[in-house]
């Protein structure tokens, strides 16, 4: 039961966290603004997690580099990448302990369904990713289009 515990507040935490960074970010503030992570060590293989990140298709949802699709896994800050015992034990919530707020965007990843040595693998795999995204500024047809929004309408 103690582990039980100590998961959920672990993984609750995680989540107050990661709410209280999005509701940050929704209210106009800078994504690059945020505090950076203190990251932990690796100690998977990201040669065998990317093996496991296409097999468990993250890509689905991650991208391949982990900058596109429904959530982005670098440039974020999340504190769910920041140690592999952060990342696994949000896992584990989610499959595990039942949520308190299910979600049908995700996975649910039991110990069952991805044991703790896969699960640092895939880890190191997304910590190997490095934000490759050029900045608005260096996107000439986006400055454009953005320059034309400004614009006043005419008809």
């Known amino acids: 039961m103690l582990l039980h515990n100590r998961s959920f507040t672990c993984a609750a935490a995680v ?6 960074g ?18 932990g060590p690796v100690t998977g293989s990201a ?15 991650h991208g391949f580099n982990g900058e596109t699709g429904a959530r982005d896994l670098v440039g ?3 504190p769910i990448l920041a140690t592999e015992d952060t990342f696994i034990h949000f ?15 995700m996975p649910n990843y039991s110990e069952k369904s991805l ?7 895939i880890y190191a795999y997304i910590r190997s990713f490095h934000l490759d995204s050029p900045a608005v500024k ?9 320059k034309s929004a400004d614009d006043p309408y005419k008809p």
């Open 76 to 78: 974020t800050n999340s």
């Open 47 to 61: 040669a065998r997690g990317k093996e496991l990140y296409h097999a468990y298709t993250c890509y689905g949802c």
């Open 22 to 39: 999005d509701r940050a970010l929704a209210q106009g503030g800078d994504a690059k603004a945020k505090p950076a992570i203190k990251y």
């Open 115 to 121: 044991n703790d040595k896969d699960a640092k693998d």
């Open 138 to 146: 260096d996107i000439p047809t986006l400055r454009k289009i953005l």
């Open 91 to 105: 896992l584990r919530l989610r499959g595990n302990l039942a949520p308190l707020l299910p979600t049908q965007t």
């Open 15 to 20: 989540l107050v966290l990661c709410v209280a």
